[in-house]
Nanobody, 115 residues
């Protein structure tokens, strides 16, 4: 059974930092591209950051220079380091895994940034 379990969300003041983690099980982690989406109430889901199996990264314009995605294949974990957080970063952040026709999602973790 595939599981993606996020952790690290919470409440932080604007300008602060959080580090999200997503631990994967049930997949050959190194094969998969990994990434993070977020969805705020009343807004469309937004792709925040991705990291390929080869370690290449990509970011939404809204988070470039503030967020860093990374992966540890030995730990089967993907991370999202979020710095200089803004109130508009408030959302549920979900981890996903993608390889060929296989897509898996985590349940999400709430990030709330107060002004």
């Amino acid at each position: 059974q595939v599981q993606l379990v996020e952790s690290g969300g919470g409440l932080v003041q604007a300008g602060g930092s959080l580090r999200l983690s997503c631990a994967a099980s049930g997949i050959t982690f190194s094969f998969y591209a990994m990434g993070w989406y977020r969805q705020a109430p009343g807004k469309q889901r937004e792709l925040v950051a991705t990291v390929t199996s080869g370690g290449n990264t990509n970011y939404a314009d809204s988070v470039k220079g503030r967020f860093t995605v990374s992966r540890d294949n030995a730990e089967k974990t993907v991370y999202l380091q979020m710095n200089s957080l803004k109130p508009e970063d408030t959302a549920v952040y979900c981890c996903y895994a993608f390889w060929m026709n296989n897509n898996y999602w985590g349940q999400g973790t709430q990030v709330t940034v107060s002004s």
